[in-house]
């Protein structure tokens, strides 16, 4: 194996490593265990969380409208969508209103 040092083999360091283990007591062996598992949970933890599909392609429907139009009809056009722009925000701000008035701020 042309990545251990030259007097060492993979034989020799699973028998060193043996011979360190045996001479530990055995709550040592188990706090080391613990400590080399509790990061490598995390880690994959995190590896797994990761992982995430991507979101679908969203699909915008433009209107489409005649090129010949006029410019009477487009702002005829605006002035319905302004109406209609107008209406909304005008429910949203008496929605506020309304919650205004329950949570006693008026």
Do not use: C
């Not at 709550?27 to 797994?48: D, E, N, R, T, Y």
């Amino acid at each position: 194996m042309a990545f251990f040092p030259r007097p060492s083999s993979p034989r020799n360091a699973w028998r060193d490593l043996r011979a360190f283990l045996a001479t530990r007591q055995r709550h040592q062996i188990v706090f080391a265990a613990l400590s080399i598992a509790m990061p490598a949970l995390l880690i994959l933890g995190f590896a797994h969380d990761a992982h995430v599909d991507p979101p679908p392609p969203t699909m915008y429907f433009l209107p489409s409208w005649p090129a010949s139009r006029s410019d009477a009809e487009i702002i005829a056009q605006q002035k319905i969508d302004q109406a209609a722009k107008e209406k909304a925000l005008a429910e949203k701000r008496a929605q506020f209103q309304r919650l205004e008035k329950q949570l006693g701020m008026q």
